[in-house]
């Protein structure tokens, strides 16, 4: 499924800058998720450089949203770059296989990139 449109139900800032860097959103298929979108992915792929609790690439969300979104009792999170490519997984995947790490404002959980559904962007 493309997540290109979704209302937004409940902005999710960044306790630094208060600029949106998520949000829970509601599609038409009745589908709920956590969803950050134009990402750069260059910019925002979390890279472990020489961390050995985490080997592989990831995708991070903030603790404190992923919270808000559990209590919501979202299920999915989605990660949409800039061009359209898609990453979807799930909130247990989260729970199950994500580490922690702090960004020097908030702590993270980081899942690796292989606990993701990746989808091209459309041409």
Known sequence: MRYSSGEVLVPLKAKATGRMVAAIETFPDGTTAIVR?????????????G????????????????KVAWKRGVRKAVVVAEDGETWRTSLRAFKHAARIYIDGYDLQLALGLSR???EEASA
């Open 116 to 118: 993701w559904t990746h």
């Open 37 to 49: 979108r134009n990402v750069n992915v260059q910019r925002h792929t979390f890279k472990p450089m």
């Open 51 to 66: 961390r050995t609790h985490l080997m592989e690439p990831a995708w991070c969300f903030n603790l404190a949203h992923l």
